[in-house]
């Protein structure tokens, strides 16, 4: 009997090693012939850790387990599906991943992550086949057809960059994929180096072919030890089965793939800032233009996409562009894996298309927080997107309708609040955080950050509020404009928002006109 | 809990001849000086200061150079840790599950700071601003160990744990 328990650091981080262990261990106590198979997760990760067992009618589900569940569970005959306190039920028609469009995330957890043959029988390397036949001009063109943004955060046409890297001329080229996902509330990049690192591969392999690239670059930031591991275990079996090498994949391309680990910095996840660290610098941002495609790292013409992005490619050039196309609202197509995370009930991820409402992804699939309190806000995109309150959750999940709100989709990170949150706390911590990371590049960032937690501090404070709330808005106004990047410039999102929506926090009594302008 | 807590890498003193062979490791690298920072600093716990004119003389840069990006980075530290490192998650996800009162109750307990070594030199604690757990917060990560839905009594007890 194979049972299948996974290995994502999320769920060791809950206990799935020892879970796993118990298993054993009480196998051999019962003779029970059982294999574990270590996977990665299915990101349903309230039930981790989640142990799964093949039957007739499906995969059926048990969690979330602790050691001392095992023995009742061998007792109760999980190893059939049979009842159990824990059972969750058959895995796949749980509501939160029924309700799933599950195209870059289709694979993690069903199998060893490390499995070249596993992820062929799963359908991968499809569009790696696909783009061998179809030549670089077409796989630009299907990539341009899916309507693919950049899932990084700033949302750029995948296509379009393709094109310019393509067209650029350069003795080399390179691939880089940007896997420091330094937004708290986001887990993509991470469950999926563990959970099916070789989509990644694929990616980034058919983006060396549509541009003409041939070394590629995986930027991992350190805080993912796991994920690194899986990583470098993927690309040395895709080296040793000739998916990458000198002949990628029997192909006359040549292509291989770096990891490099990142050193705690969240301003790598920028992209230029990103290329300078690779390089062997300080993660100082670059001015734009001119843009990577033309000289990115090392001056050369380089595509850096987030993680994600490389992600979705292998589903788009299996079943087309159109096929992608097809899902999604207005300019925002395909799926999204969104993360809930924090203070939710049903943290995980979520990959699903476009256009679904942010209170359906709280109240819905998250289930409302995890504390049982009312929801009071949601951080939506990363440290430097909106605190959004429950009065705007009928909102679509999509890019537009987000900015619309001052919102950010960025990497698709949402961070449930309850209401025992103070906003005007969460404001000098945004505030905080710019200041502990800036590069120091642009002095709107490096100094108006901090001037900005003084501030602030003097509003919780209750000290002169009027003018300092005023003061507030126009550094806001200065960052917002005069930084060099979306750090300074877009840490006013969460400050302003905060203040837009909850002033009774920031002890108003209105809304003050600096923040209805936001 | 596991019983045995697996100690810090290595915190061995400085040797040029050590240090020089790391750095000439990484020169295959194109952009080689954060591998040779990550491998000095696993090789001996912090990145020495003794070891900054050696990587500027190899790789042709000034000592300010390397210097700059040495300090630019969280990760690299001028002394070693304790003999246990606990990273402590302080972004908003964990904080939404109250991550800041339990970690202020620790630190209060052992009488550091963020970045702080415990005076037996058991453990350090440092901040992190997400390990990607965020579903599964407060997180934490323990000598490179990752630890989700972390209260305050299981930090207490680690922390115990540590200073065995």
Redesign the interface.
């Known amino acids: 009997m194979k049972v299948f328990v996974a290995r994502d650091a999320a769920a060791l981080a809950v206990g799935a090693d020892r879970v796993a262990a118990a298993i054993a261990a009480e196998a051999e106590k019962r003779q029970q012939h059982v294999t574990l198979v270590r996977t990665g997760t299915r990101g349903m990760l309230w039930l981790e850790p989640l142990i799964e067992v093949a039957t007739p009618e499906g995969r059926v589900g048990y969690g979330p387990v602790t050691p001392a569940d095992v023995p009742s569970l061998f007792d109760a005959g999980f190893l059939e599906g049979r009842p159990h306190p824990r059972r969750a039920g058959q895995v796949e028609e749980l509501p939160f991943f029924k309700r799933q469009t599950r195209l870059i995330f289709a694979r993690a957890g069903l199998a060893n992550p490390l499995s070249l043959s596993d992820y062929r029988i799963l359908g991968g390397l499809h569009g790696l086949d696909r783009a061998l036949t179809l030549g670089p001009e077409q796989i630009v063109a299907e990539v341009k057809r899916s309507g693919l943004r950049g899932r990084g955060g700033a949302g750029f046409p995948t296509g379009i960059k393709w094109e310019s890297a393509a067209r650029a001329q350069a003795a080399r080229k390179y691939i880089v994929c940007n896997a420091d996902e330094g937004d708290s509330g986001t887990f993509a990049d991470r469950i999926l180096m563990e959970g099916d690192p070789f989509t990644v591969i694929e990616g980034m392999l058919i983006a060396a072919i549509a541009v003409g690239a041939t070394r590629g670059f995986i930027y991992i930031r350190s805080e993912y030890p796991h994920a690194i591991r899986a990583m470098a275990s993927a690309i040395e079996i895709a080296r040793r089965e000739g998916i990458l090498g000198p002949h990628a994949a029997g192909s006359n391309y040549a292509f291989d793939i770096e990891i490099r680990v990142g050193a705690g910095a969240y301003i790598c996840g920028e992209e230029t800032s990103l290329l300078e660290s690779l390089e062997g610098k300080r993660g100082m941002v670059r001015a734009k233009p001119p843009l990577p495609v033309v000289s990115g790292l090392f001056g050369q013409p380089t595509v850096i996409n987030n993680l994600v992005t490389f992600s979705s490619v292998p589903f788009i050039l299996a079943q087309g562009g159109q096929a992608y196309a097809d899902m999604g609202v207005g300019r925002s197509r395909g799926t999204m894996p969104v993360q809930l995370a924090g203070n939710v009930r049903h943290g995980g991820v979520f990959e699903c298309a476009f256009g679904v409402t942010l209170g359906e992804l709280v109240n819905e699939i998250g289930g409302g927080t995890a504390s049982g309190r009312p929801v009071r806000a949601v951080q939506a995109g990363g440290p430097l997107g909106a605190y959004l309150p429950p009065a705007l959750f009928d909102t679509p999940y999509d890019y537009e309708a987000f900015a619309a709100h001052e919102g950010l989709i960025g990497h698709g990170g949402l961070v449930v609040f309850d209401d025992t949150v103070n906003l005007a706390r969460m404001a000098r911590f945004a505030m905080e955080f710019c200041a502990h990371e800036s590069c120091g590049k642009c002095t709107p960032c490096r100094i108006g950050s901090r001037r900005g937690v003084e501030v602030l501090d003097r509003i919780l404070a209750g000290r002169d509020r009027e003018q300092n709330i005023a003061l507030l808005g126009e550094l806001c106004e200065t960052l917002r404009y005069g930084s060099l990047c979306a750090l300074g410039g877009l840490v006013p999102y969460p400050v302003l928002s905060a203040l837009k929506h909850f002033p009774e926090d920031f002890g108003l009594a209105v809304l003050p006109s600096v923040a209805a302008a936001v | 809990m596991s019983s045995s807590l697996r100690r810090n890498p290595s915190r061995r003193n400085f040797d040029e001849i050590t240090a020089r062979k790391i750095i000439e490791a990484a020169l295959g690298?194109?952009?080689?000086?954060?591998?040779i920072?990550?491998a000095l600093q696993e090789a001996f716990g912090c990145v020495p200061r003794e070891a900054e004119p050696l990587i500027a003389s190899t790789?042709n840069l000034t000592r300010a150079?390397v210097h700059?990006?040495v300090t630019?980075?969280?990760?690299?530290h001028r002394a070693p840790a304790g003999r246990h490192v606990l990273?402590l998650c302080r972004?908003?996800?964990?904080?939404?599950?109250g991550s800041e009162a339990n970690a202020r109750r620790l630190l209060d307990a052992l009488g550091i700071d963020w970045g702080g070594t415990t005076a037996d030199g058991s453990l350090t604690v440092e901040p992190?601003?997400?390990?990607?757990?965020?579903?599964?917060?407060p997180?934490a990560?323990l000598d490179?160990?990752?630890?989700?839905?972390v209260g305050a009594e299981q930090l207490e007890a680690l922390a115990a744990e540590a200073k065995r």
Not at chain 2, 129 to 136: E, K, R, V
Not at chain 2, 144 to 149: D, K, N, V, Y
């Open positions: 690298h194109e952009g080689p000086l954060l591998p920072l990550h790789l150079d700059g990006v630019f980075y969280h990760d690299f990273k972004a908003e996800a964990c904080q939404s599950m992190v601003y997400c390990l990607g757990l965020c579903a599964t917060s997180s990560l490179g160990e990752p630890l989700g839905r």
